[in-house]
């Protein structure tokens, strides 16, 4: 079992849809989560940051963390075009020096 | 935002050759950054932590006399890909990572695409 699941998609919804994206994982150190999009040939860009479980919201976006399920959601509202990119959950298991372990990344395609 | 420059952002470069990518934090000073690397449809795979002033980090697998590191400086840190080969060919993404209020969150840059013929 991979340490970090996350379905590749593509995942396509009309303009406006409201998008649900998800992973899961193994390793119940995790307490640091994440999410980045990352265009098509681009580096990735942090969207949300999360401590624990709970939830947190930025505008259109939401993400939500549970814990004791080990998996994390990232709602996006009235999706855009211009949200079509690959989203990335990632994870760490301490906020000082720590690496990330990423999911695969789930493609995302918002038709006009 | 923070913001983090990666160059070059595309090269082509014969087997053999050994190619230098630069990842600069422009905005902060970073004393750890991290080398990545990424497939087609696959995500970043951590290669290296790279600390400033000291010697990297690599994750096992990682090559580290093929994939030089140096972190010599704040705000730059250097990947060498020596003698590449063409199975070398992928995107390197580097980050930076920036203390803010309380936490340590890495800021990414645009990546660099390495096709060696």
């Known amino acids: 079992q991979k340490e970090v699941e996350q379905d590749p998609g593509p995942l396509s919804v009309p303009e406006g849809a409201i998008v649900s994206l998800n992973c899961t994982y193994s390793?119940?150190?995790?307490?640091?989560f994440m999410w980045y999009r990352q265009y098509s040939r681009k580096g990735p860009e942090l969207l949300m940051y999360?401590?624990?479980?709970g939830n947190k919201e930025d505008g259109r976006f939401t993400a939500q963390v549970d814990k004791s399920s080990k998996y994390i959601s990232l709602f996006i509202r009235d999706s855009q075009p211009s949200d079509s990119a690959t989203y990335l959950c990632?994870?760490?298991?301490?906020?000082?020096?720590?690496?990330?372990?990423f999911g695969k990344g789930t493609m995302l395609l918002v038709s006009p | 935002g923070a913001v983090v420059s990666q160059h070059p952002s595309w090269v082509i470069c014969k087997s053999g050759t050994s190619v230098k990518i630069e990842c600069r934090s422009l905005?902060?000073?970073?004393?750890?950054m991290f080398w990545y690397r990424q497939f087609p449809k696959q995500s970043l795979m951590l290669m290296a932590t790279?600390?400033?002033?000291?010697?990297?980090?690599?994750e096992q697998g990682v090559e580290k006399d093929k994939f030089l590191i140096n972190h010599a400086s704040l705000t730059l840190s250097t990947l060498t890909v020596t003698s590449a080969h063409p199975e070398d060919s992928s995107f390197y993404i580097c980050?930076?990572?920036?203390?803010?209020?309380?936490?340590?969150?890495?800021?990414f840059g645009a990546g660099t695409r390495l096709s060696v013929l």
């Open positions: 980050s930076a990572q920036r203390g803010l209020a309380g936490r340590n969150i890495q800021y």
């Open positions: 390793n119940s150190a995790f307490q640091y």
């Open positions: 999360t401590y624990s479980s």
């Open positions: 990632a994870m760490s298991e301490e906020s000082g020096y720590s690496t990330l372990t």
């Open positions: 905005d902060f000073q970073a004393t750890t």
């Open positions: 790279s600390n400033e002033g000291s010697k990297a980090t690599y």
